[in-house]
């Protein structure tokens, strides 16, 4: 429990305090919400993840914050294709009592803790294709100097020395107040203090440290939240923060006695304090952009936040006040994920029940894994993975509904030239009442065109509200729609050398391969390597694969097509093979 009235103060105080938050208001809301004009936000983005802690090995929790953000990412760089305009950050955190106690228990020199558990991470995420532009160690040099650069917070007048008496978590690294802290019996059966909500132990902690004053932020972030009710999504962990804004905030303790916390960064001209590793982890999000150099400015505005919603709070209210502190804008975007279960219960170390990512990656193929966890996990809500659930659907939707339809309108015995097939505008005129004698498309077949058409804005908006899974699920729709489309005309009952089949049997042809090509281009985020087999299939070169290139059916809407009479790539493998369900791991699953 943070004890404002027991704090000793030692430094400048009280008179900064109007000045500085008259200059908040001056800065930050006479333009907007965050005072950033909209002229200076440009077609950059920001991607972060959260930084890992290493004191374990990745996990498939892990892997879905990370990929989260690679899709929103990649989605970004499809709507805005220069690799100059778009950056994305991952990395480890690595400081603190938690990686310090772990390294101790290990037997390790925390150094070496640190090296070898983010080089797990480097490669699992260089195995699942996260297409990050930096990793981030908090150990490095660069961090440290942005660390200790963000101190300034004390010229400022925002962080005064006092004592701090109250519960810590070393697991959580977080300060908990006593109504936060409950009772469970330990080990020995005696009952010992934990954190309500984790379960982790706590222990009293009573040092002096420097302390931010949080309080005074209260209502600058209620106003920067009230002013922006996307600022965080999706919706309901925006109001959970304007909840515990209605809550009075006390100040926050931001360093740690250095007898105690020798793993960290020492505060600036006083070395018998540790940078409070929350400080020194969100700092990263600056060090990444070039922070304290001016570079990080044309950054900062466009910054979007991917993180697990255990750590929103220090997101949500920590970070945006620091940030307005050093005189900054809050993150443009944080968007919050619920967790995994897995069998239906809390994955943890404790539980033996941890899922490791690369087997999955291996088991279900990069792209298959990716595809299972956006498709599955629900931000709001916690998701519960088993191994059969995955099968199902990788059989379902990626082998046998995307690589049944593009297998249906390639294979050789269905298309011997190996051609985009031609489009004839008489068989499939551009207006249902335009029909003529040789028309031969049906009112489904209108749906199927208005429903591929509309398909590219929907998943926009769907990425735009952190609702991946729908925009997989908007895909999955269409491509059931496209496979009913194709069985309903049965171009394998076609002939291609009948005057009356050919331009008919053409156009089912072009018109699904034109969906696939559609398909291919959404999926590029969600399974980078099979949508890249499937536009290679289709012929579809690098150049014409962002959402600005689709051009959907331009012969429908009386526009030449480049793809029209286009030899198709050579590449005719099966797209996504069935996953056997003989598979010993699999019997293996279904016996325990
Ligand atoms: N080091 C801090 C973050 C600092 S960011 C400045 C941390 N690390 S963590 O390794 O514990 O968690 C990293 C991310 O993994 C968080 O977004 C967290 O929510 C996410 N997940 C951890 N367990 C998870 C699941 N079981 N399911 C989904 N995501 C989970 O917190």
């Known amino acids: 429990m943070l004890r404002v009235s027991a704090f000793r103060l030692l430094g400048r105080r009280g008179a900064s305090r109007v000045s500085l938050l ?35 090995a990745p996990h498939i929790g892990h892997l879905y914050s990370a990929l989260l953000a690679d899709a929103l990412c990649r989605h970004h760089r499809l709507r805005v294709p220069s690799d100059a305009a778009t950056g994305f950050s991952t990395g480890t955190d690595e400081h603190g009592l938690k990686i310090q106690q772990a390294a101790a228990a290990a037997g390790l020199a925390p150094s070496e803790l640190c090296d070898r558990v983010s080089a797990q991470f480097q ?42 008496e109250g519960w810590y978590c070393a697991s959580d690294e977080c300060f908990l107040p006593e109504a936060k802290v409950t009772r469970q019996p330990g080990p020995s059966g005696d009952l010992c ?3 309500l909500e984790s379960g982790h132990p706590v222990s009293w902690t009573k040092e002096e440290n420097y302390i931010f004053r949080l309080s005074q932020f209260r209502e600058p972030l209620q106003q920067w939240l009230r002013g922006d009710p996307q600022a965080i999504t999706p919706e309901p962990f925006h109001h959970t923060v304007l909840q515990w804004l209605e809550e009075e905030l006390p100040d926050l303790s931001v360093s740690r006695r250095s007898s105690h916390l020798h793993w960290g960064i020492p505060v600036p001209g006083d070395d018998s304090q540790t940078i409070y590793v929350w400080l020194d982890a969100l700092v990263n999000y600056l060090t990444v952009i070039g922070y304290p150099d001016a570079e990080f400015k044309s950054w900062w505005p466009n910054t979007s936040h991917i993180i697990g919603k255990d750590i929103l709070k220090f997101h949500a209210i920590y970070w945006p006040a620091l940030l307005l502190g050093a005189g900054m804008s809050p993150p443009h975007r944080i968007y919050v994920h619920s967790h995994w279960t897995v069998c239906g219960q809390k994955m943890s170390k404790s539980l033996g029940n941890v899922v490791d990512p690369r087997t999955c990656l291996d088991r279900y193929t990069v792209d298959g894994f990716r595809y299972f966890l956006l498709r599955q996990g629900v931000p709001s809500w916690d998701c519960d993975y088993y191994d059969e659930k995955v099968v199902k659907l990788l059989d379902s939707e990626l082998a046998d509904a995307l690589g049944g339809l593009l297998n249906r309108c390639t294979a050789n015995k269905i298309n011997p030239s190996g051609i985009y097939p031609a489009f004839c505008a008489t068989c499939f005129p551009s207006e249902p009442g335009l029909v003529g004698p040789s028309s031969r498309a049906q009112a489904e077949d209108y749906a199927l065109v208005s429903a591929v058409a509309t398909l590219p804005k929907q998943v926009a908006d769907h990425y735009d509200n952190f609702q991946i899974y729908k925009a997989l699920e908007a895909v999955s729709s269409c491509v059931r729609q496209t496979n009913g ?23 089912v042809l072009h ?7 559609v398909f291919g281009t959404l999926l590029q985020p969600v399974t980078p390597s099979l949508a890249d087999r499937l536009l290679s299939r289709l012929g579809v070169s690098s150049t014409e694969r962002s959402l600005g290139e689709l051009h959907f059916l ?3 809407y009386g526009h030449p097509s480049p793809f029209e009479g286009r030899r198709l790539g050579p590449e005719t493998g099966v797209l996504f093979p069935r996953l056997d369900q003989s598979r010993s791991w699999l019997v293996k699953a279904h016996k325990t």
């Open 511 to 517: 018109v699904a391969l034109e969906c696939l090509r």
């Open 485 to 507: 489309f194709v069985q309903r005309h049965a171009p394998w009952k076609l002939n291609w050398e009948s005057p009356v089949d050919a331009p008919w049997l053409g156009t």
């Open 22 to 56: 008259e200059d908040f208001s001056f800065r930050y809301y006479s333009s907007g919400p965050l005072g950033v004009r909209d002229d200076t936000r440009d077609s950059r983005a920001y991607f972060t993840t959260p930084i890992f802690y290493v004191n374990a």
């Open 554 to 556: 331009s012969r429908f």
């Open 193 to 195: 203090p934990v954190s």
């Open 123 to 164: 490669q699992l995420f260089r195995e699942a294709d996260i297409s990050s532009t930096d990793f981030i160690r908090t150990t490095e040099a660069r961090h440290r100097i942005a660390v200790q650069h963000f101190g300034m917070l004390k010229s400022r007048g925002l962080l005064y020395k006092g004592l701090y």
